[in-house]
T-cell receptor, first 114, second 115 residues
Framework: AQSVSQHNHHVILSEAASLELGCNYSYGGTVNLFWYVQYPGQHLQLLLKYFSGDPLVKGIKGFEAEFIKSKFSFNLRKPSVQWSDTAEYFCAVNSNSGYSTLTFGKGTMLLVSP | KAGVTQTPRYLIKTRGQQVTLSCSPISGHRSVSWYQQTPGQGLQFLFEYFSETQRNKGNFPGRFSGRQFSNSRSEMNVSTLELGDSALYLC??????????????FGPGTRLTVL
């Protein structure tokens, strides 16, 4: 069975600080990888996704993530966070088996102080 | 295009009752999945429907069931509610084809409280 591990449950940063959220997954086959964000009171939105090709993917709002296959990792990064980035971030994996089913990590709550 | 819609948005039930939640996918999306979100367990997959057939199921008891209609709208039902069923229930739709075939688009959720 697949599993996803997010390293930090809570992260507190000041505005303009750099962000890196860790995500590791366990699955031996081909995977599709996602980062979703849930802003306070809003629904889950896709930040970025990796299906194949360039392992460095860029998403919305200046976020990017790098897929490192040898490390089973898909870490999320942003060079300079803003107060509006305060949200919960979820890493998710799909096994590319033909199903859309996502396995999610437990999430990381990011608080950005102005 | 309108996004995924879920009704009702909030629901309060008592133990032992049953509940039905509804989801309308994005127009043209044929796959609908359901997830349960709780503070302790995070987001857990319940089931996925495609062309009115359940094609994948998570590790939940048989009290949780669902169905999909010919217009791709989906309902999930929870019978004999328990306190632990209190959660945010999320519906997601997926186009199943094209470049975004494995991407899921989420609705706002139904917040179920069991007293």
């Amino acid at each position: 069975a697949q599993s996803v591990s997010q390293h930090n449950h809570h992260v507190i940063l000041s505005e303009a600080a750099s962000l890196e959220l860790g995500c590791n997954y366990s699955y031996g086959g081909t995977v599709n990888l996602f980062w979703y964000v849930q802003y306070p009171g809003q629904h889950l939105q896709l930040l970025l996704k990796y299906f194949s090709g360039d392992p460095l993917v860029k998403g919305i709002k200046g976020f990017e993530a790098e897929f490192i296959k040898s490390k089973f990792s898909f870490n999320l990064r942003k060079p300079s966070v803003q107060w509006s980035d305060t949200a919960e971030y979820f890493c998710a994996v799909n096994s590319n088996s033909g199903y859309s089913t996502l396995t999610f990590g437990k999430g990381t709550m990011l608080l950005v102080s102005p | 295009k309108a996004g995924v819609t879920q009704t009702p948005r909030y629901l309060i039930k008592t133990r032992g009752q049953q509940v039905t939640l509804s989801c309308s996918p994005i127009s043209g999306h044929r796959s609908v999945s359901w997830y349960q979100q709780t503070p302790g367990q995070g987001l857990q997959f319940l089931f996925e429907y495609f062309s009115e057939t359940q094609r994948n199921k998570g590790n939940f008891p048989g009290r949780f069931s669902g169905r999909q209609f010919s217009n791709s709208r989906s309902e999930m039902n929870v019978s004999t509610l328990e306190l632990g069923d209190s959660a945010l229930y999320l519906c997601a739709s997926s186009p199943i084809e094209g470049q975004s075939y494995n991407e899921q688009f989420f609705g706002p959720g139904t917040r179920l409280t069991v007293l």
